[in-house]
């Protein structure tokens, strides 16, 4: 970060950790974190927050809160448009179909009633998925739209080998659960 705080960006992408099960506060970087976000508004012309780092941008600007899933969502899971004529979804379906894989969710009333804040997909499995900010300059991706067709069957496969609870991906692997079917 040192070496960039002078500089001016077009965008900036900040990216999950497997860390949601911890406090934001608890992070060891999340104080770094909160510097890039100050510095995201004012040097940076866009920015996309994906997974935890949305869940952390959330928190910190609008003040919404996470809370633990019982379960993990985890799978393919379709979505549909909340707005129609939206540049940032121009060229998707009006239903698609996005990777989840986490542990925590923010509550769907805290997202759609921020005023600051427009929904543009949600999901009846997952809520809001992307969302953006009044002004343009802030998009919230709670999904995985960055996943290749193997990365949901590397994260289960991993988590069995560790011993973790773990169900298949939800829409993912064919009937016998020997091959991906996305």
């Known amino acids: 970060f040192e070496k960039i705080k002078d500089r001016k960006f077009d965008g900036m992408i900040i990216t999950g950790a497997p860390v949601e099960h911890l406090e934001f506060e608890d992070v060891d970087h999340f104080e770094e974190l909160k510097q890039i976000f100050d510095f995201s508004k004012t040097n940076v012309t866009s920015t996309m927050f994906i997974c935890w780092g949305a869940q952390a941008a959330l928190n910190y600007f609008y003040d919404i809160k996470k809370y633990p899933l019982d379960k993990k969502l ?19 379906d009006d239903v698609f179909y996005v990777p989840q894989s986490r542990h925590t969710y923010n509550k769907e009333e805290d997202l759609i009633s921020n005023p600051n804040l427009i929904p543009l997909c949600t999901s009846k499995d997952c809520g809001t998925t992307i969302l953006r900010s009044k002004d343009n300059k ?9 996943y290749d067709k193997f990365t949901l069957k590397k994260e289960y496969e991993r988590d069995l080998n560790k011993g973790l609870p773990i169900e298949a991906p939800i829409n993912y692997f064919n009937e016998d659960k020997t091959d991906v079917d996305v």
């Open 74 to 92: 985890f799978g393919v899971y379709k979505h549909k448009k909340s707005v129609v004529h939206e540049v940032l979804l121009n060229g998707i």
């Open 138 to 146: 802030q998009i919230f991706v709670l999904g995985h739209l960055e």
